[in-house]
């Protein structure tokens, strides 16, 4: 079993930076694709970022330019770096994650999930 925990969510204001991470904790983390997914009160689970267990990353074109995934193997840690933020940024961020697969926009290839960080971004 693999838990996630997510964590540095926070209030900012708009134009701010925050970093996200996903942690594990008794499992190796790189062989594993980690995708991050938001959800908006009243909105369905949206894909942000995703990065492979071979590094491979893809965006969605909302955050393209302005977001960033990496991940640390060593700590066994995901990371979202998220600059420029906006009001619409506003959501419960869910760090998700899948042994071993090409890295996916749809949820619903990740079999592991962690609680979510709240971001509120303020105008």
């Known amino acids: 079993q693999v838990q996630l925990v997510e964590s540095g969510g926070g209030l900012v204001q708009a134009g701010d930076s925050l970093k996200l991470s996903c942690t594990t904790s008794?499992?190796?983390?790189?062989?594993?694709?980690v995708g991050w997914f938001r959800q908006a009160p009243g909105k369905e689970r949206a894909f942000v970022a995703a990065?492979?267990?071979?590094?491979?990353?893809i965006y969605s074109d909302s955050v393209k330019g302005r977001f960033a995934i990496s991940r640390d193997n060593a700590k066994n840690a995901v990371y979202l770096q998220m600059n420029s933020l906006k009001p619409e940024d506003t959501a419960v961020f869910y760090c998700a994650a899948r042994l071993l697969v090409n890295p996916s926009t749809d949820p619903r290839p990740y079999n592991y999930w962690g609680q979510g960080t709240q971001v509120t971004v303020s105008s």
């Open positions: 990065i492979s267990w071979k590094n491979v990353t």
């Open positions: 008794g499992r190796t983390f790189s062989q594993y694709t």
